[in-house]
C-alpha cells in the first residue's frame, strides 16, 4: 500500500502529456517509398503545370501520416534532391534563352517556383510546423529560395549572366533608351526576397563600381566642353535620374549609395574646377547675377563635405575684393553719394543673391556682414560720405517718396552705419549735416529726421543721441520765443526788414568758430532790438551771432523795373545790400566792407557772379573761380523766368583735408575723456587689473561708438596715474590699483 502511494505521488509530479498508442502499429516495410513516389509525382506535375488534377488534401494527409510514422527525415531530403533536380532543369532552359529573352525567362521561371513553392508549402505543411522547428531545418520557402539562389542564381553561367545584363540595361537607360522598368523591377526584388547579401553581392557592388567608373569618365567631359552653369545642369539631371531609378527598380537603400558616388564623382571631385572656372565660375556667377545657377551650385555643393565652405570663401574673397576696390578708388571719392549708393547697390545684389540663391544661409549673411565691415572701415570717410547721404536723401533725394520707401532707405542706412568703427565720427558728421538742414528748413520731413535718429537710439542708446533730440527742442523753442518777440515789438518794426531767429544750445549743436560778419545797419537795429528782449525774458544767458549759418530773403529791381525776390544766405545779403550804393566794387572793397571770412567769401562771390541763371552779379574778367584782383558789378540785364531766385551758396560738398583733418582732431579730443571714463569704470569694479586686460575691457566697452587705439588708452591711464585716479603696483610695473 505505502509504495503504491509513493508512486502515486511521484506521478502527479510529472507533466500532463498525451502517450502514443503502447501496441505496436504494422507498418508496410515500403510505406515510405510508395508514400513519397506519390508525393514526388506530385512535385513534378506541379513544376509541369499539371496541378489542377491532384487531390491536395489526399497529398496533405500522405505528408503528414509520414512525418507521424517518423520519415520526416526523408521527406526532407528527398524534397531537398527532388526540388534540386527540378531546379537544375530550370536553369538550363534559362541558360539556353536567347539575348533579350534571358531575362524574360528568368522571370517568367521565377514566377513558376514561387508558385510551385507555395503549393508545395500547403502540401507539406504539418511538416513544416512541427518537424523542422523540432529539427532545426530550413522552412519549406525559405528552403526553395535558397535552392533557387544556389542552384539557378549562382550557376555560373547564369550568374555573370544577369550581372552583366542588369548593368548593360542601366547602361542603355542613361544613355537615353527606353527600358521594361516592370522587367528589372521583377529582377532586382527576386535578389532582395532571396537576401539583402545576395542582392548587394550580385547587383549592388557592381552597379556601384560601373556607375562610379561612367560618372568618373562622363564629369571630365562635361568639364572640357561645358560652363560651369550648364555642368550643374547635367549634373543636377544625373542625380535626379539615379533618385528616380531606384525608385522604380531598386531597393530604396541603394539611393544614398548612388547619390554619393554621383555626388563625389561630378561634384566633389570638380568642385573646385567648378568654382574658378574661367567666364562661368562662381564669381561670374554673382557679378551677372545668375540665380538660378547659383541656387543649383548651393543645392549641389551641400551635398558634399566642404562644398559650402568652398562657396563661402571665394564669395567672400570676391566681396572683400570688390568692396575695398570701391572704397579705395579715388574716382569713386569724389561724389559721397554715388559712393554709398554703390555700397548700398553691392548690398542688395548680394542679399538677394544669399537669400533667392542661398536659401538665406545664415553662415553666408555672417560672411557678407564681415566682408562689409572690413573693407568700409578700409577708408576712414566713410563715416562722412554716409551721413552726407542722409543729408541728400533728407533733403532732396527722398521728396514725393511714400513713407514706406523712406524707412527702407533708413533702415539701409542704419545697416551701413553698423558697419562702420568709428560711429563717433559719423555722428560728429550727421549733427553737423543735421544743423544745416534745420537751420535753412531744408529737410523734406520733420517725421524722416525723428525716425533716424529713434533708430540710431535704439542702436547705440540715448547718449548717443541727446544732443540730436536737444537741436530739434531748441527748434521748437525758437518758434515760440519769436511769437513772443512780436507780440511784444511787432508794432515798433513797421515796414523794416522782418526777423526770424533761432536760438541754439551751446552744447547741443555743433561747435562753431564764431565769426564776425559786418551786418547791414538796417539789420542791426532789429538785431539789436531782439537781443535786448531776449536777454530781458532770460537771466543768465549770452547770445553771439553766428551769421554764417542764416539766410536772408531781398527784393531786387534789375533793368526795366523788372522785380525778383532773392532767397540768399546772410553772407550773400550782406555782399548784394553794397550795390545800393555802388554799381560796381572790387573784390578787396567787398571783403574790407563785410569782413566776411576769405574761403567763405569766394564761394559766396561765385555763387552770385558765375552760376548761370543766378547771376545778379558780374565778374570781370569773367571766369570759374574768384580772385583777390577780380571786379563785381550789378548785373541790370539780369532775367529769370521764375519771380522768386534761390541763389544757393557753391557747397563744400565734402570736407578738405584741413577740415577733415581739424573733424578728425576734434573727435580725438571727445574721446579722451569717454576712455578716461571707462578706465575708471573698470577699474573701481575691478580694484586690481593688469594693463592687458584694461585695454581689453575697455576695448569692449567702448567699441559700440568707436576702436579705441591701444596707444591711447596707455596715455589716458598715464593721464589718470598722474592725477592720482589709478597707481602702478609697486613690484609688477603693469599692474594698476585703483585709488577711492
Known amino acids: 500500500m505505502e509504495k503504491k502511494e509513493a508512486k502515486m505521488s511521484s506521478q ?59 520519415f520526416g527525415e526523408k521527406l526532407y531530403s528527398e524534397l531537398v534532391k527532388t526540388m534540386t533536380s527540378q531546379l537544375e532543369e530550370i536553369s538550363n532552359s534559362i541558360e539556353a534563352a536567347q539575348g533579350g529573352l534571358f531575362l524574360e525567362e528568368l522571370n517568367r521561371k521565377w514566377a513558376e517556383h514561387n508558385k510551385a513553392l507555395q503549393m508545395i508549402r500547403d502540401i507539406l505543411m504539418y511538416m513544416d510546423r512541427t518537424f523542422i522547428p523540432n529539427t532545426h531545418k530550413t522552412p519549406v520557402h525559405e528552403l526553395g529560395l535558397n535552392l533557387w539562389r544556389d542552384v539557378v542564381i549562382h550557376s555560373y553561367e547564369i550568374q555573370s549572366r544577369l550581372q552583366g545584363t542588369l548593368l548593360a540595361y542601366v547602361r542603355r537607360e542613361r544613355s537615353g533608351e527606353v ?20 542582392y548587394q553581392d550580385d547587383f549592388e557592388k557592381h552597379f556601384l563600381e560601373v556607375s562610379a567608373d561612367f560618372y568618373r569618365l562622363e564629369s571630365q567631359e ?5 560652363d560651369c552653369g550648364e555642368y550643374l545642369k547635367r549634373a543636377e539631371r544625373r542625380l535626379n535620374e539615379e533618385i528616380e531609378r531606384v525608385s522604380h527598380y531598386m531597393d530604396p537603400r541603394s539611393e544614398v549609395k548612388i547619390t554619393n558616388v554621383v555626388e563625389k564623382e561630378m561634384i566633389a571631385n570638380q568642385m573646385h574646377r567648378l568654382v574658378q572656372m574661367e567666364n562661368s565660375g562662381l564669381v561670374n556667377m554673382i557679378v551677372d547675377n545668375k540665380y538660378e545657377d547659383l541656387g543649383r551650385m548651393y543645392c549641389l555643393f551641400r551635398r558634399v563635405p566642404n562644398g559650402l565652405v568652398l562657396i563661402r570663401d571665394v564669395m567672400t574673397s570676391y566681396i572683400r575684393d570688390t568692396g575695398k576696390q570701391l572704397v579705395t578708388d579715388p574716382e569713386r571719392l569724389k561724389d559721397p553719394v554715388d559712393f554709398v549708393q554703390r555700397l548700398l547697390n553691392l548690398k542688395d545684389k548680394l542679399d538677394k543673391i544669399i537669400i533667392s540663391a542661398f536659401s538665406n544661409d545664415k553662415t553666408f549673411l555672417n560672411a557678407l556682414n564681415s566682408s562689409f565691415e572690413y573693407f568700409i572701415n578700409l577708408n576712414s570717410r566713410s563715416p562722412e560720405f554716409i551721413s552726407l547721404f542722409v543729408d541728400d536723401k533728407l533733403r532732396k533725394g527722398l521728396r514725393g517718396v511714400t513713407e514706406d520707401d523712406v524707412e527702407l532707405v533708413l533702415d539701409k542706412v542704419m545697416m551701413l552705419f553698423r558697419y562702420l568703427q568709428e560711429k563717433d565720427v559719423f555722428e560728429k558728421y550727421y549733427k553737423q549735416h543735421l544743423a544745416k538742414r534745420l537751420l535753412s528748413g531744408k529737410s523734406i520731413s520733420d517725421d524722416a529726421e525723428r525716425s533716424l535718429i529713434v ?28 511769437q513772443g518777440f512780436h507780440e511784444a515789438h511787432g508794432s515798433e518794426i513797421g515796414d523794416g526788414p522782418t526777423l526770424s531767429v533761432q536760438i541754439l544750445t551751446t552744447g547741443s549743436w555743433p561747435t562753431q568758430t564764431i565769426t564776425t560778419c559786418n551786418l547791414p545797419a538796417e539789420i542791426l537795429g532789429i538785431c539789436e532790438n531782439f537781443r535786448n528782449y531776449y536777454l530781458g525774458t532770460h537771466t543768465g544767458r549770452r547770445l553771439a551771432w553766428q551769421t554764417n549759418m542764416g539766410t536772408a530773403d531781398l527784393k531786387a529791381t534789375f533793368g526795366k523795373g523788372q522785380k525778383h525776390e532773392l532767397n540768399v544766405s546772410t553772407y550773400q545779403m550782406c555782399v548784394l545790400m553794397l ?25 559766396c562771390l561765385q555763387s552770385l557772379a558765375c552760376v548761370k541763371g543766378k547771376n545778379v552779379l558780374r565778374k570781370e574778367p569773367m571766369s570759374k573761380d574768384i580772385a583777390d584782383t577780380d571786379t563785381f558789378l550789378f548785373n541790370d540785364k539780369f532775367t529769370s523766368k521764375f519771380f522768386k531766385v534761390k541763389i544757393g551758396t557753391v557747397v563744400a560738398q565734402k570736407e578738405s583735408e584741413p577740415e577733415n583733418q581739424e573733424t578728425r582732431q576734434r573727435v580725438e579730443e571727445d574721446r579722451k575723456p569717454q576712455i578716461e571714463a571707462a578706465i575708471v569704470r573698470i577699474m573701481k569694479a ?40 589709478l597707481e602702478r603696483d609697486k613690484a609688477d610695473r603693469k599692474l594698476y590699483r585703483y585709488l577711492a
Not at 562635361?222 to 561645358?226: A, G, K, Q, R, Y
Not at 540715448?462 to 519769436?482: A, C, H, P
Not at 571783403?591 to 574761403?599: G, L, R, V
Open 12 to 70: 502527479k509530479k510529472r507533466p500532463f502529456q498525451i502517450e502514443a498508442f503502447k501496441h505496436r502499429v504494422v507498418v508496410d516495410p515500403k510505406y515510405a517509398e510508395k508514400t513519397w513516389k506519390v508525393l514526388e509525382d506530385a512535385i513534378h506535375e506541379i513544376y509541369n503545370h499539371n496541378a489542377s488534377g491532384l487531390s491536395f488534401e489526399q497529398l496533405y494527409r500522405s505528408a503528414y501520416n509520414m512525418v507521424l510514422h517518423k
Open 179 to 198: 527600358i521594361d522598368r516592370g522587367l528589372m523591377r521583377s529582377i532586382t526584388k527576386m535578389l532582395m526576397d532571396l537576401g539583402s547579401s545576395v
Open 222 to 226: 562635361f568639364i572640357e566642353s561645358l
Open 455 to 482: 533708430k540710431l537710439k535704439t542702436e547705440c542708446g540715448y547718449q548717443f543721441t541727446s544732443k540730436l533730440e536737444g537741436m530739434f527742442t531748441d527748434m521748437k523753442t525758437s518758434q515760440d520765443t519769436m
Open 579 to 603: 550795390f545800393n550804393n555802388a554799381d560796381g566794387l572790387s573784390y578787396k572793397e567787398i571783403e574790407q566792407a563785410t569782413d566776411i571770412p576769405a574761403s567763405d567769401l569766394k564761394r
Open 686 to 725: 575691478r580694484r586690481v587689473l593688469d594693463h592687458n586686460n584694461v585695454v581689453a575691457e575697455v576695448t569692449t566697452q567702448l567699441q559700440s561708438r568707436f576702436l579705441p587705439n591701444p596707444v591711447v588708452i596707455k596715455k589716458r591711464i598715464e593721464s589718470l596715474i598722474e592725477r592720482d585716479f
